[in-house]
């Protein structure tokens, strides 16, 4: 059947997966977290896009038409690799939101948390020289911190204020989440900057990218979740975090290929 196809280095995608549920409840979804390759964040562009290239096959197997790119890195590595590889096939990805960002402060400075792959990327300095030249960024490449969250690691409170507290110092009124990882630290990350500063989350404005761009039909079967290593932590982390429950497969790496699981045959 024709569906989304969404993948990410791990489980930080699911924000993503979880904004299109609520903008788009009947999209038919197919969710792969790479966790057998996480983080993303400090592998070659050579190696991020052969990855890429990878889960975009097995997810076009599975009858993917649209993809979405739920990994910021992945995002600034690959996403024009993968358009010019799969010309059939329409993709989404994930930009810093640093236009809406440098729209909305008031004290002309923002905070930017993202990986260095995000950091380093063309993606990102193309869009703050267009919209946020104006603005004083002051950003945070936050190594571990991804892995941090979804450990759920006993010092993350400590990670997050080590990368927080110096925008805070700087005047940032305006943080950007510049990873899909970042939001599952949310409750956290408010607590820190309190209720003054503004947060941004390119969730849900991708889930409406997703809505004006999905040609086929709607569903009302569950969504299909895939990942490259032990299904047991992602299989957990859905049913604590977002109430779901569901057989999760195990898609395996075979050189360079990424075979997928027959959703029909039990996963292991």
């Not at 280095?9 to 609520?22: C, E, H, K, P, Y």
Request: aromatic share 6%; net charge neutral; glycine share 8%.
């Amino acid at each position: 059947m024709a569906c989304v196809g969404i993948f990410d280095s791990g489980l930080g995608g699911l924000t993503v997966w979880s904004a299109l549920r609520q903008h788009l409840p009947q999209l038919p979804c197919l969710y792969l977290a790479d966790q057998a390759h996480l983080p993303y964040g400090p592998r070659s562009t050579d190696n991020i896009q052969d990855l890429c290239v990878a889960a975009t096959h097995a997810l076009r197997s599975q009858g993917a038409e649209l993809i979405v790119v739920a990994c910021n890195t992945a995002s600034a590595a690959a996403l024009e690799h993968l358009r010019t590889t799969f010309p059939d096939l329409a993709f989404v990805g994930m930009e810093p939101a640093v236009k809406p960002a440098a729209l909305q402060t008031r004290s002309g400075v923002v905070g930017l948390m993202a990986t260095r792959g995000t950091l380093q990327g063309a993606l990102l300095r193309n869009t703050a020289a267009r919209f946020a030249g104006h603005v004083e960024i002051v950003a945070s490449d936050c190594p571990g911190l991804a892995e941090a969250i979804e450990t759920d690691a006993k010092d993350l409170d400590a990670q997050l204020r080590k990368h927080l507290e110096p925008m805070l110092a700087r005047g940032a009124d305006t943080v950007v989440l510049g990873c899909t990882h970042y939001p599952l630290a949310m409750t956290l990350i408010r607590r820190i900057v309190g209720p003054d500063v503004h947060i941004i989350d390119p969730s849900p404005a991708i889930a409406r990218q997703v809505g004006r761009l999905w040609q086929g039909a709607s569903t009302s079967m569950a969504t299909r979740f895939a990942t490259t290593a032990e299904p047991t932590h992602l299989g957990n982390f859905l049913r604590q975090r977002f109430q779901t429950d569901v057989v999760i497969e195990h898609w395996h790496w075979r050189n360079q290929t990424l075979v997928a699981q027959d959703h029909n045959a039990p996963s292991n």
